[in-house]
């Protein structure tokens, strides 16, 4: 095995996350916040995901006893607290995605901040005081947001795409997402929004999945998969989910993990490589 390939514990060949973006309606409330629209179809398709589809996809986990982590908007929180509730029940990681999903581009640094310590207000109420991961809000970040998670003590980013096992950003373990195993871009239809697409099939969806695994397997990756329960929550897709679950489970070169141990084991084992800064080059 060359240097250049990252080692998982016990010899496993690639680590598996799974991993959910609870975010309901709070995407389009962010949105909207400047001009409230008074239509309502999209705000109750996505209602869909905390009042039925987070309750289908907990129920699926705890029959495989499949740890997952759960990146869940303040908003949410405070709003749904019956289903937050049962995520922590089940022993699920529950870490930050922003108070109202706002996007950290279009906010300054004192406002990235106020939604932080919002955020962790309101997840606090489940998770008890203790530190918490970080997912930003539609994978977009800053300079000045990892400035704000560094004074918070958060534990990890999990928003970009720079390698795909875990680095460093400025000090602050990243657990990189990519677009290919995020099922929005497959499954996100919505009649009036922008970036819908088609709905696919899941069983392609599915079997494009075990493609990357196959191949990241070779690489000594991290097949870390983003589902939405307003979207993965539907019937077809919950299938198809836990089919991929079912084949994931029986591979013995397979190292489980949350963000959250991922980003522990990294720390340790990496605490002097794949260590990268912000850099802009434009030259
Ligand atoms: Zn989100």
């Known amino acids: ?35 409230r ?16 589809g987070i309750y289908r996809i907990l129920e699926m986990l705890s029959r495989w006893e499949q740890p997952a982590t759960f990146f869940v908007p303040g908003f949410i929180a405070d709003k749904y607290p019956q289903a937050v509730e049962k995520i922590a029940e089940q022993g699920h990681e529950i870490a930050l995605h922003g108070y109202l999903h706002e996007r950290v581009d279009e906010l300054n640094e004192e406002e990235i901040e106020e939604t932080v310590i919002r955020a962790k207000a309101s ?11 970080y997912r930003s809000p539609s994978w977009e970040m800053t300079e000045a947001a990892f400035k704000v998670l560094q004074r918070h003590h958060v534990l990890y980013d999990s928003s970009l795409m720079g390698y795909d096992h875990p680095y460093w950003v400025d000090g602050l373990p990243e657990i990189p997402v990519q677009w290919l195993l995020d099922d929005a871009i497959f499954y996100r239809y919505t009649a009036s929004g922008s970036s819908s697409c088609p709905p696919q099939n899941p069983a392609n969806v599915i079997d494009l999945w075990k493609q990357e695994f196959n191949g990241m397997k070779r690489f000594g990756g991290l097949f870390l998969i983003t589902m939405h329960p307003w979207m993965s929550g539907r019937a077809s897709r919950l299938d198809a989910l836990e089919q991929l679950i079912s084949h994931l489970k029986r591979d013995p070169a397979v190292w489980w993990g949350t963000c959250a141990d991922i980003a522990a084991y990294h720390s340790v084992k990496y605490a002097d490589r794949f260590r990268e800064k912000i850099v802009f080059d434009f030259g």
């Open 1 to 35: 095995m060359d240097d250049l390939t990252y080692q998982w514990p016990d010899g496993k060949k690639i680590a598996v996350s799974i991993s959910f973006d609870f975010d309901g309606e709070s995407p389009y409330l962010w949105k909207t916040h400047k001009t």
């Open 37 to 52: 629209p008074s239509t309502l179809g999209e705000l109750e398709q996505r209602r869909f995901g905390p009042r039925q």
């Open 123 to 133: 997840l606090g109420k489940f998770t008890g005081p203790k530190d918490l991961g």
